[in-house]
């Protein structure tokens, strides 16, 4: 008996967007297909790598040519038809022997799929299934917040590699239009935009739901930059004008403090509130409550331009939306982020109505924990070197340590700057006495809050990680007990005295 050939369509990215049928399947068979590039890397595969079972059989479906030149006497679609019909018989092969089979296609598999070609090839041979999947086309629109038609409204897709006149052609009619298959094809597709008057509607996105989701205004993109993984979507006239018709966009960004929830201010909170969309670096979104009809766009902490970009990007396009960050927006945090794009980007931008909700800074938090270190003269360091050379930051922590300031170190250590904080340390120690109080502060304000008592001889800079503070007292701080033993810190008002 010859095993089930399935072609699963996983989504257009996002995991949590893959059908709860593709999923108990893709747990079934005992053989997952799946393309990938030359490099090894397969999108379809990323999607579902965690959901695979101990014991399937992988087989990469690796493609001989992409988008580059081929030197097959044949040409490009010789190629591709050699390599299908390959993969058909390793396919054949596990399925004659009794085998489940599914095979992976992003999006849908017969929309734009690589599925059909190996569906053409077996599913007059095998018991054959397709499961259906969100194509990228839907994925992008949900993303960008914008309905494509309405009531009798038509839709068209085109893909990018027609030539321009037919593009024209195609774009000249009324409705709503998707356009894929962009790569190297953009300027071309830019030019049959601009022709057809429909440029000002064109709505850009690249590997919408993915982790990497960028949002861009399409007069800012760059032709030589636009991935394969990226698309155009054009709403019908209706849509785009009930877009922005009563809806002015505004974008916040949003302190949402150390961590308690009791600490977020209700200006902040209300903001949150009204907010259509909400952006920010996973970690600290996934504090923010899901509402209903709102949409939330994570992303890692290291793409801080790219998420003020695309946070301002659906201000621009109507949406109100907010901008998240830990502790207060202004301390090492997105506001400057978001000014700084403004400040580089379109002149369009500089019209929005731009608000910076303060929060409760880390520092605070801590410092309550423990009294008042932070009583007198203080400063602000991050030790991170990443948007900053070293060479800086030693400077301003000998500056800060000859002048007897108090000082809080933003950013301690991360999983690629292991020493910076036992270097910071030593730095200090030559301006300061062994006893010197230190704070360590983890978390603070959350379940797995730790604050931890020492000084400056006995810090040890293996406890501290990236959601950790260091407060270090000057020379004035000082320690004292309670009769309930607990230990407060503070920083004399008075100095030297």
Same mark, same amino acid.
């Given at each position: 008996?010859s095993g089930r050939l399935f072609g699963l369509g996983v989504g257009p990215g996002d995991p949590e967007l893959i059908t709860l049928k593709a999923l108990r399947l893709l747990r079934q068979v005992q053989v997952i297909a799946y393309p990938c590039a030359r490099h090894g890397q397969s999108n379809a595969r990323a999607i579902v790598c965690s959901e695979l079972t101990h014991g399937q059989i992988e087989l990469p479906m690796m493609y001989p040519i992409t988008t580059e030149e081929t030197d097959h006497p044949g040409g490009y679609k010789a190629a591709i038809c050699e390599f299908y019909d390959a993969m058909a018989e390793q396919l054949a092969e596990h399925l004659s022997a009794g085998r489940d089979v599914a095979i992976l296609c992003e999006g849908d598999p017969f929309f734009y799929g690589s599925y059909m070609y190996l569906h053409d090839r077996l599913a007059h041979r095998f018991p054959t299934e397709v499961v259906p999947g969100i194509p990228s086309v839907m994925?992008?629109?949900?993303?960008?917040?914008?309905?494509?038609?309405?009531?009798?409204?038509?839709?068209?897709?085109?893909?990018?590699?027609?030539?321009?006149?037919?593009?024209?052609?195609?774009?000249?009619?009324?409705?709503?239009?998707?356009?894929?298959?962009?790569?190297?094809?953009?300027?071309?597709?830019?030019?049959?935009?601009?022709?057809?008057?429909?440029?000002?509607?064109?709505?850009?996105?690249?590997?919408?739901?993915?982790?990497?989701?960028?949002?861009?205004?399409?007069?800012?993109?760059?032709?030589?930059?636009?991935?394969?993984?990226?698309?155009?979507?054009?709403?019908?006239?209706?849509?785009?004008?009930?877009?922005?018709?009563?809806?002015?966009?505004?974008?916040?960004?949003?302190? &949402?403090?150390?961590?308690?929830?009791?600490?977020?201010?209700?200006?902040?909170?209300?903001?949150? $509130?009204?907010?259509?969309?909400?952006?920010?670096?996973?970690?600290?979104?996934?504090?923010?409550?899901?509402?209903?009809?709102?949409?939330?766009?994570?992303?890692?902490?290291?793409?801080?331009?790219?998420?003020?970009?695309?946070?301002?990007?659906?201000?621009?396009?109507?949406?109100?939306?907010?901008?998240?960050?830990?502790?207060?927006?202004?301390?090492?945090?997105?506001?400057?982020?978001?000014?700084?794009?403004?400040?580089?980007?379109?002149?369009?931008?500089?019209?929005?109505?731009?608000?910076? &909700?303060?929060? &409760?800074?880390?520092?605070?938090?801590?410092?309550?924990?423990?009294?008042?270190?932070?009583?007198?003269?203080?400063?602000?360091?991050?030790?991170?070197?990443?948007?900053?050379?070293?060479?800086?930051?030693?400077?301003?922590?000998?500056?800060?340590?000859?002048?007897?300031?108090?000082?809080?170190?933003? $950013?301690?250590?991360?999983?690629?700057?292991?020493?910076?904080?036992?270097?910071?340390?030593?730095?200090?120690?030559?301006?300061?006495?062994?006893?010197?109080?230190?704070?360590?502060?983890?978390?603070?304000?959350?379940?797995?809050?730790?604050?931890?008592?020492?000084?400056?001889?006995?810090?040890?800079?293996?406890?501290?990680?990236?959601?950790?503070?260091?407060?270090?007292?000057?020379?004035?701080?000082?320690?004292?007990?309670?009769?309930?033993?607990?230990?407060?810190?503070?920083?004399?008002?008075?100095?030297?005295?």
């Amino acid at each position: 008996m010859s095993g089930r050939l399935f072609g699963l369509g996983v989504g257009p990215g996002d995991p949590e967007l893959i059908t709860l049928k593709a999923l108990r399947l893709l747990r079934q068979v005992q053989v997952i297909a799946y393309p990938c590039a030359r490099h090894g890397q397969s999108n379809a595969r990323a999607i579902v790598c965690s959901e695979l079972t101990h014991g399937q059989i992988e087989l990469p479906m690796m493609y001989p040519i992409t988008t580059e030149e081929t030197d097959h006497p044949g040409g490009y679609k010789a190629a591709i038809c050699e390599f299908y019909d390959a993969m058909a018989e390793q396919l054949a092969e596990h399925l004659s022997a009794g085998r489940d089979v599914a095979i992976l296609c992003e999006g849908d598999p017969f929309f734009y799929g690589s599925y059909m070609y190996l569906h053409d090839r077996l599913a007059h041979r095998f018991p054959t299934e397709v499961v259906p999947g969100i194509p990228s086309v839907m994925g992008a629109a949900a993303r960008l917040g914008t309905p494509l038609v309405r009531r009798d409204s038509e839709f068209t897709v085109l893909p990018g590699t027609m030539s321009e006149e037919s593009l024209v052609s195609r774009l000249n009619r009324e409705g709503a239009f998707a356009i894929m298959k962009l790569g190297r094809n953009f300027e071309k597709v830019q030019r049959a935009l601009e022709r057809t008057g429909l440029a000002n509607r064109a709505l850009f996105i690249e590997r919408a739901t993915m982790g990497a989701e960028r949002i861009i205004p399409f007069s800012d993109v760059d032709p030589l930059q636009v991935p394969y993984f990226s698309l155009i979507l054009v709403p019908d006239a209706s849509s785009a004008e009930r877009k922005n018709v009563g809806r002015a966009g505004w974008i916040s960004v949003v302190g &949402l403090g150390p961590g308690a929830a009791e600490w977020l201010t209700p200006e902040a909170q209300e903001a949150l $509130n009204e907010a259509t969309h909400l952006v920010g670096y996973h970690t600290y979104l996934n504090r923010v409550p899901v509402r209903s009809g709102q949409q939330r766009f994570g992303s890692d902490n290291k793409v801080e331009a790219d998420r003020a970009r695309h946070a301002l990007a659906l201000a621009e396009a109507g949406h109100r939306v907010c901008v998240v960050s830990s502790g207060d927006p202004g301390i090492f945090a997105m506001a400057s982020a978001v000014l700084e794009c403004i400040e580089q980007g379109p002149a369009s931008w500089h019209a929005l109505d731009i608000r910076i &909700l303060p929060g &409760l800074s880390a520092m605070q938090a801590a410092a309550s924990r423990v009294g008042a270190p932070l009583g007198h003269d203080f400063c602000v360091i991050s030790l991170s070197d990443r948007l900053k050379p070293w060479e800086i930051v030693v400077k301003r922590l000998e500056a800060a340590a000859r002048a007897d300031f108090a000082i809080a170190l933003y $950013n301690p250590v991360s999983s690629e700057r292991l020493w910076q904080l036992i270097e910071a340390r030593s730095i200090v120690a030559r301006h300061r006495g062994p006893q010197t109080p230190v704070i360590l502060a983890r978390s603070v304000g959350r379940p797995d809050e730790r604050v931890t008592i020492t000084d400056l001889e006995h810090l040890d800079a293996t406890e501290a990680d990236m959601q950790s503070i260091v407060l270090i007292g000057s020379s004035t701080t000082r320690t004292m007990c309670m009769e309930n033993g607990r230990k407060l810190i503070y920083t004399p008002r008075s100095y030297g005295r």
